[in-house]
């Protein structure tokens, strides 16, 4: 079983649409959620993180933590099609010499005007 | 302020070679992170060091890769007699410090053929 899953895809939806994205994990001791944005031939780019538990808003975009199903989600409202990505959820422990990032295999995102 | 720095962007060995993919980090950060990233297999960490010092490599595979940071100049990743399978995204990051995870900042990225 992988550390991290989370469904690859493809996801289309509408302009406008509400998208939401998941993640499941095996490990309890995952403090940091992070989601990131990768374009096609790019470097990830850091959308959100969370430390521990809740929620957390930035513009279109909500992250939820629930530590307890071990389950987080990102949500991205009024979608356009500049969100068409990869979508990719990291987790670390952030214990001692650990910085490490786990990561899901990414969602793929195509919003369609 | 320029971001962190990957080169080259593109690069082809024959089985048997070497690569060499060099890592800038941004201004002002001493640490930094390699990732392999595979179409199957995702994200994976390789070997995070700190200036002169490798601080975890338990993602490196024990034979034919090697990573360093000096003092002076970019982080190396090297990968002797590169094999088929060593065909990937290789992506460096580069944090401030002993910040929080989330502080890893991406590069664009070397993508490796072995023909």
């Known amino acids: 079983q992988k550390e991290v899953e989370q469904d690859p895809g493809p996801l289309s939806v509408p302009e406008g649409a509400i998208v939401s994205l998941n993640c499941t994990y095996s490990n309890s001791a995952f403090q940091y959620f992070m989601w990131y944005r990768q374009y096609s031939r790019k470097g990830p780019e850091l959308l959100m993180y969370?430390?521990s538990s809740g929620n957390k808003e930035d513009g279109r975009f909500t992250a939820q933590v629930d530590k307890s199903s071990k389950y987080i989600s990102l949500f991205i409202r009024d979608s356009q099609p500049s969100d068409s990505a990869t979508y990719l959820c990291?987790?670390?422990?952030?214990?001692?010499?650990?910085?490490?990032?786990?990561w899901g295999l990414g969602t793929s995102l195509a919003v369609n005007p | 302020n320029a971001g962190v720095m990957q080169n080259p962007r593109h690069l082809v060995r024959r089985r048997g070679q070497e690569a060499r993919l060099r890592c800038s980090p941004m201004?002002?950060?001493?640490?930094v992170y390699w990732y392999r990233q595979l179409p199957e297999e995702g994200l994976k960490f390789m070997v995070y060091l700190q200036k002169e010092n490798i601080i975890d490599e338990s993602g490196m595979p024990k034979e034919r890769f090697s990573a360093e940071f000096p003092k002076e100049g970019p982080s190396i990743l090297r990968i002797q007699q590169v094999v088929r399978g060593d065909s990937a995204a290789y992506f460096c990051?580069?944090?401030?410090?002993?910040?929080?995870?989330?502080?890893?900042?991406f590069g664009p990225g070397t993508r490796l053929t072995v023909t």
């Open positions: 990051a580069s944090s401030p410090g002993w910040g929080v995870p989330y502080e890893q900042y």
């Open positions: 969370t430390y």
């Open positions: 990291a987790m670390s422990l952030n214990a001692g010499n650990n910085r490490k990032l786990i």
């Open positions: 201004k002002g950060h001493s640490h």
